[in-house]
């Protein structure tokens, strides 16, 4: 289920080993799924300001269970004290995360939210589960401890929303990177511009009052048992250059996402012949096989669909056709100024539950990803991210099952990442991801970690 490596992007070894003292959470139990309520520490955003923490030692769910889905939502209320990043990388952490496909620990997160999260939904059907927890998973001498990535900007009063919530970097006035490299001529915009504690251009005379805020985060699960069939998680980035080559065995091999691109605005003469649409398509090896059992995609603003295809078929006259869909994602976007309808930013993306058995991928397959965009505009640091969940093995007919098959109403985001999302004025990105800490002597148990 888990990987353990030592690489990192949002995630890697951590040192903060202290769980938070002030805990609030709301249980519930219906039907054998569990329900509890988080809240994150706080954090604080006024207009223009960005934060980009990574909270150690959150509360979460503990024991051998499996996660039936994971919601969250910016919340104005008080929350709690922060944790330091500077308190990473010690070896007595090693990273756990999802099955792949990126390398060195890249896209590793198990849940990721951004401003779709409203109107996705997070469930996975049963019998089906993320199973976490195990013991004989977690390496010998360690504590199984989670941690939460906040990434939120506050938009209130900026010059330019979008141009805020896509880390254009002359707007936040960065030409070097949150470690001081400077940035390459030709970087305009993405994450290297907008990390903790920069700062987005205001409107001149532009005030308002800086605010307390904290991620609440529901989380359901049951309890691990033989009826229950585990999933794993995968997700396939559009920006992955990897090129198929024989002596590729390991499923992270030259892969090697690079998470974020920009999107180039149409010729100011006319549409084009493709619509003013930016499509990019790349052909992926599965290192893995099993029975698709969800997926859903993540785009920032702009994005206009994905879809997620077997290998092209070639015709005679050497045009290509898609083969099988196995699964489209389309946006919906925001119409209003209230939280959750925020307009020109995505608040929902469409899933696909396909029925069970009917989709299956083969170890060795070819699939085709395909991501799209509107080129009416520029458009920088945008993601091309699909999630999806896949389970080796199907029910036994034998089995009296209580089946649910959602269509394309909801979206659920097993696996982060730094989604724009325009929370009554605030951008937030939440990404949730696994490690394991070093026990101490004397300790005993397993302790859920969070950031």
């Known amino acids: 289920m888990a990987s353990y490596n030592s690489g990192w992007l949002i995630l890697v070894g951590i040192l903060v080993t202290l769980s938070l003292p002030y805990s609030h959470a709301f249980w519930g139990n219906e039907n054998k799924i569990h329900t509890a309520v988080f809240l994150s520490p706080e954090f604080v955003l006024g207009p223009g300001s960005v934060e980009n923490r990574f909270y150690f030692n959150v509360d979460f769910p503990k024991g051998h269970i499996a996660l039936k889905s994971f919601d969250a939502e910016v919340i104005d209320e008080a929350g709690y004290p922060l944790d330091d990043l500077k308190k990473l990388n010690r070896s007595d952490y090693i990273s756990g995360g999802n099955s792949g496909i990126c390398q ?36 010998s001498g360690f504590q199984e401890q989670w941690m939460l990535n906040v990434h939120a900007i506050d938009t209130r009063g900026a010059e330019d929303k979008l141009g805020c919530t896509e880390c254009r970097c002359d707007l936040y006035n960065v030409t070097v990177d949150e470690y001081g490299r400077p940035l390459r001529p030709y970087y305009k915009g993405g994450l290297l511009c907008c990390y903790d504690r920069t700062q987005c251009k ?106 997620l295809y077997r290998e092209l078929c070639l015709f005679d006259f050497g045009e290509f056709q898609d083969g099988q869909l196995m699964c489209s994602s389309l946006p919906t976007y925001g119409e209003g100024e209230e939280r959750g309808n925020e307009a020109g930013y995505i608040v929902g993306m469409t899933t696909c539950y396909p029925k069970t058995g009917t989709v299956e991928i083969s170890e060795g ?78 300790e005993d148990g397993y302790e859920a970690i969070g950031m």
Not at 124 to 139: L, T
Not at 226 to 252: A, C, G, H, M
Request: aromatic content about 10%; proline content about 4%; charged content about 20%.
């Open 104 to 139: 060195n620990g890249i896209l590793s997160q198990f849940f990721g939210l951004g401003s779709e999260t409203g109107k996705t939904s997070t469930h996975i059907p049963d019998p089906y589960g993320i199973e976490v927890g195990n013991p004989a998973e977690v390496p």
């Open 202 to 307: 205001v409107k001149h005379g532009f005030e308002a009052v800086r605010r307390t805020l904290y991620l609440r985060y529901t989380v359901k699960w049951i309890d691990m048992d033989r009826s229950v069939l585990p999933v794993k998680i995968y997700i396939f980035d559009i920006t992955d250059s990897w090129k198929r080559t024989p002596s590729s065995t390991e499923i992270n091999a030259e892969h090697k996402c690079k998470i974020e691109y920009d999107i180039e605005s149409c010729d100011a003469t006319g549409l084009g012949n493709d619509g003013c649409i930016d499509t990019k398509r790349i052909s992926l090896d599965m290192p893995f096989g099993g029975y698709l059992i969800y997926g859903v995609a993540h785009q920032h603003s702009g994005g206009t669909g994905s879809a």
């Open 365 to 442: 397959e070819t699939l085709i990803l395909e991501f799209n965009y509107s080129r009416i505009r520029h458009h920088t640091g945008v993601m091309g991210l699909f999630y999806i969940l896949v389970a080796d093995d199907l029910p036994k007919p034998m089995h009296s099952l209580r089946t649910v098959v959602q269509t394309q109403d909801s979206i659920m985001v097993v696996a982060i990442l730094w989604a724009a999302a325009a929370l009554i004025g605030v951008v937030a990105v939440i990404a949730l991801v696994v490690h394991y800490q070093f026990k101490c002597e004397g």
